[in-house]
């Protein structure tokens, strides 16, 4: 029996880490994920690993990318706008292929915006934030556990691919507590980072580098880095999916917007509505050929987002016009309540079976 | 004609920042923002760094500034006062203003130690007319009271806490004064709101002098140095008296102590007071304290001896 135990958010992701062999953090204060630096600052120390609170989100992803090239597990989490100032170095380490965790617990943007939770930077996660052709594997988690689930899962990925692997959660997810399954982390196989800095004696010296001058060169560099990103997208899609067999409209929602969508949706299908329920789990890659195998002119999609409507293009795309996409979000860090939802679905249900 | 600094007149002057502003109560950023903007003879225009003064004093819809002020992401605010400050004199070369105007920019510790410390030396490189005011609280406390590089020795906080391991900061808390005093800019001071004259009068002078200033002002923190609320200015007194933050000026390269105490107290007047420091008051860290001790003498006496008054 796993341990059942009850903890704040940020601290699961924490801990998570550190089970799965996390022994480098870095980090900078920001507000609505505080408590992951705080947690790693003594956790670490037991865990006989590093903790080091940078001067800057700045100086801590690129202490992740020193740590990373070491060979090390390297992870640093932020909020929205900390993320948006690690975009040079997240480029860096795509161009490199270096594997790291960076967390995003979003904030309500744009600008320093506010500090409740936020889905606004779907785009930035998971269409490259920085320049250059490049994709983070971003998980979207909906509960603490599953925070603890894709933290571990996240640094084996980003050692498989040797790409950084975002978790996309937000503030909401980071603050609140409930009760999850301490799951023991069980490494898989990957291969030896032979490629790490790690010491050259009785070995040809390693070279880590994103810069390649030489004539068709880059091309090529992006021609590996567009396979990898292929290969994810035939292996590592997640999605739940609940009662959309039969059903006339689907709510699709990730991360906390999913769950509060869940609980409309559950009492929507408790009185007889044929509704369904899709969660990307991972955002890229996106479960495209899974909406659009749902696609059809009798069903329609609605997205349910914390924003302005980000997820609701990919969903668009996926489906490519053979159903109805409608959208409802919210902006500027306000929280959906089930409530909301439910009014709202129940009136484009109206529409859809109606007239 | 100037106002004079006496209580009587000052407290005829506007009030600048308005009561009604969410910071804590007994925090001591208020009361040195209300200092600065109270000793100025200009209209004046402040650019403000992300912190506990920013979010506090500009709640959504309601503003406790009654000057013009301006707030960017936490690391900008030198460089945004650069910018407003260069068109205001290109403005004024070409004719179309011709009132005189004092920039000034406000940071907390964490946006002018740290993130914020590359634009700011580079608006000082640059020139700008401008004086940048650090208030000083030793941590970051807007978002939960994690250590920075002004952070001193021992202190305990969320990301370097006290424990069994651990016993507060292991490291030095980074001299900042100095550090801008070595871009060789007009003008450089150090104050603290217990000694409100000194403060400004500083503030004065820095406002009269043409190009890069920068003062520290020294700001407890009630939560951060989880001290009692009412005991702000007392603290701030005892961090100059025990020498922990002396009062100093270098202008045009010239260091004059402003205040030297009578006599120097010991270091634990001032850090006795504070749960912060709680720990360094075991037995087993007697060595820490007497560490700690050392380096504000060394401190001082570098100070002494560099305004050549041994």
Redesign the interface.
């Known amino acids: 029996m796993n341990k059942k135990l009850f903890m704040r958010g940020n601290e699961v992701i924490a801990e998570a880490a550190i089970q799965a062999g996390c022994r480098f953090y870095a980090g900078y204060p920001i507000t609505p994920q505080n408590e992951i630096p705080e947690y790693m600052s003594w956790r670490m120390e037991e865990a006989g690993g590093v903790f080091i609170q940078a001067e800057s989100e700045l100086a801590a992803i690129n202490m992740v990318y020193g740590a990373s090239a070491a060979g090390a597990r390297a992870m640093t989490s932020s909020s929205s706008p900390g993320i948006s100032l690690m975009q040079e170095t997240v480029s860096y380490l795509c161009g490199a292929e270096l594997p790291a965790v960076i967390v995003n617990m979003q904030r309500g943007g744009p600008g320093l915006g506010n500090i409740s939770g936020s889905q606004s930077d779907y785009f930035q996660a998971v269409k490259g934030g920085g320049h250059g052709d490049y994709k983070l594997l971003v998980y979207a988690p909906y509960n603490l556990q599953e925070l603890w689930n894709l933290t571990m899962l996240a640094f084996d990925k980003a050692d498989e691919y040797r790409n950084p692997v975002m978790i996309l959660g937000d503030g909401v997810l980071g603050q609140m507590m409930e009760p999850f399954y301490q799951m023991p982390y069980i490494k898989p196989a990957l291969p030896e980072k032979t490629w790490a800095l790690s010491g050259c004696r009785d070995r040809e010296p390693n070279v880590i580098k994103s810069l390649y001058m030489g004539e068709g060169e880059l091309e090529f560099r992006n021609s590996i880095l567009q396979e990898k990103f292929r290969k994810m997208k035939e292996q590592e899609v997640r999605f739940e999916a609940v009662g959309v067999e039969d059903a006339k409209l689907i709510v699709v929602a990730f991360g906390i917007a999913a769950r509060i969508a869940l609980s409309a949706v559950n009492r929507l299908r408790r009185e007889g509505v044929k509704i369904g329920f899709f969660r990307p789990i991972t955002l890229f890659p996106f479960p495209a050929n899974e909406l659009l195998s749902l696609a059809g002119s009798a069903r329609r999609f609605v997205t349910i987002e914390l924003n302005a409507g980000q997820m609701l293009e990919d969903v668009r795309l996926a489906v490519n016009g053979k159903s109805d996409v409608l959208f409802y979000g919210r902006t500027g860090g306000m929280i959906i309540t089930p409530e909301e939802i439910y009014e709202d679905l129940q009136r484009l249900r109206v529409s859809n079976s109606g007239q | 004609m100037a106002t004079g600094l006496t209580l009587k007149e000052l407290s005829k002057k506007e009030m600048l920042l308005t009561a009604g502003h969410r910071m804590c109560a007994g925090c001591g950023a208020p009361i040195v923002v209300k200092m600065v903007l109270l000793a100025s003879e200009y209209p004046l225009i402040a650019a403000n760094a ?1 912190g506990c003064l920013e979010v506090s004093t500009c709640i959504s819809e309601y503003t406790a500034w009654k000057i013009p002020w301006i ?1 960017n ?3 900008n605010a030198a460089a945004t006062i650069s910018g407003v400050e260069t068109m205001y004199r290109s403005l004024k070369k070409q004719g179309k203003i011709d009132k005189e105007i004092k920039f000034i920019a406000f940071g907390g510790d ?1 946006g002018t130690y ?2 914020g ?1 590359q634009s700011l030396s580079g608006a000082m490189e640059r020139g700008h007319d401008m004086l940048y005011v650090c208030y000083d609280n030793g941590a ?1 406390m ?3 009271i ?2 920075s ?1 002004a952070t001193p020795f021992g202190a305990d906080t ?4 006290a ?1 069994d ?2 016993q507060g900061k292991p490291q030095q808390r980074k001299d900042m004064t100095r550090i801008m005093a070595a871009h060789g800019i007009p003008y450089v001071a150090q104050a603290s709101p217990s000694h409100w004259m000194d403060l400004m009068k500083k503030v004065r002078k820095a406002l009269d002098i043409k190009g890069p200033k920068f003062m520290n002002i020294i700001s407890p923190c009630n939560r951060g140095w989880r001290s009692r609320t009412d005991d702000a200015i007392m603290l701030s007194k005892l961090a100059v008296e025990t020498c922990y933050w002396p009062l100093y000026e270098i202008e045009n390269g010239v260091t004059k102590v402003t205040f030297k105490p009578k006599e120097k107290k010991p270091l634990k007047d001032f850090i006795k007071p504070q749960g912060r420091f709680k720990h360094l008051f075991s037995p087993e860290n007697e060595g820490m304290l007497k560490t700690f001790q050392e380096m504000i003498d060394r401190e001082w006496e570098a100070l002494l001896k560099a305004s050549g008054a041994e």
């Not at chain 2, 969320?158 to 806490?161: E, G, H, K, S, Y």
């Open positions: 992300t707030h992401a936490f690391e964490g740290d993130i410390l970051y807007n978002t939960g994690q250590r590089s969320t990301t370097c806490p424990g391991v651990i």
